[in-house]
């Protein structure tokens, strides 16, 4: 049976692992943003943005919980960007990490799905949304347009504002578009029936009236 929700209840009770495991992977990001606004030294915060991915892919190992491919390319990423902002004293390489990440799982999105047949967002999300290839690939260039946009939009941002400004967004605005995404996401699903809920079977309107005679009979 296929029943409308609210797209926010929906949203709740569907996304729930995932907000979670977007919340444990936003540590690093968390760090890095309290110590640049208690000290207001980028590099200080680099440092410990570097600090605190690498604990955290130390974490994951240690538990043996599986590394995403985000929080992979979001290490790598952190570790060569970070270290050159370091090492060169030029805060523009980590600014530009945002937009790196965001265009790479942008191109593996669609990467997979052209070559690989894949449907990445299938493989994350199919235990709670039941729907058609034909929507999860839809889906696909969506979010591989969301992802784009927020790259351009986070250069946008570096280049036209403030470090202080740049670092807000980075934590607010970024998480704030995701979350948007999501929510986007949600309300289509919904509204083309794609959210589906177990229930009881309908009643067949056949058998209940043949018991209705006997019982009258």
Same mark, same amino acid.
């Given at each position: ?70 929080? +992979?390319? &979001?290490?790598?990423?952190? $570790?060569? !960007?970070?270290?050159?902002? *370091? %090492? ?49 690939? +839809?889906? &696909?260039?969506?979010?591989? $347009?969301? !992802?784009?946009?927020?790259? *351009? %939009? ?64």
């Amino acid at each position: 049976m296929v029943k409308v929700y609210d797209p926010l209840d929906t949203l709740t009770t569907s996304s729930n692992g995932l907000f979670m495991h977007q919340f444990l992977e936003y540590i690093a990001v968390i760090a890095f943003v309290i110590v640049f606004f208690w000290t207001r030294d980028v590099f200080v915060a680099t440092a410990v943005l570097l600090v605190a991915v690498s604990a955290q892919v130390a974490f994951y190992k240690l538990t043996k919980r599986p590394l995403s491919n985000e929080l +992979k390319i &979001t290490f790598w990423l952190s $570790l060569i !960007l970070g270290g050159l902002t *370091l %090492i060169l004293r030029d805060e523009t390489f980590i600014q530009w990490k945002p937009s790196i990440i965001s265009w790479a799982m942008a191109l593996g999105l669609v990467g997979a799905m052209w070559f690989a047949k894949m449907l990445v967002l299938k493989k994350m999300l199919g235990a709670a949304i039941t729907t058609e290839d034909d929507i999860w690939r +839809k889906l &696909t260039y969506g979010w591989t $347009l969301g !992802l784009t946009a927020n790259g *351009l %939009i986070n250069l946008w941002v570096v280049y036209n504002f403030s470090m202080e400004t740049w670092v807000t967004f980075k934590f607010v605005g970024l998480l704030g578009l995701q979350l948007l995404y999501v929510v986007i996401m949600m309300i289509y699903l919904v509204r083309i029936g794609a959210i589906k809920e177990d229930g009881p079977a309908p009643a067949d309107p056949e058998g209940s009236a043949e018991e209705s005679s006997e019982t009258q009979a």
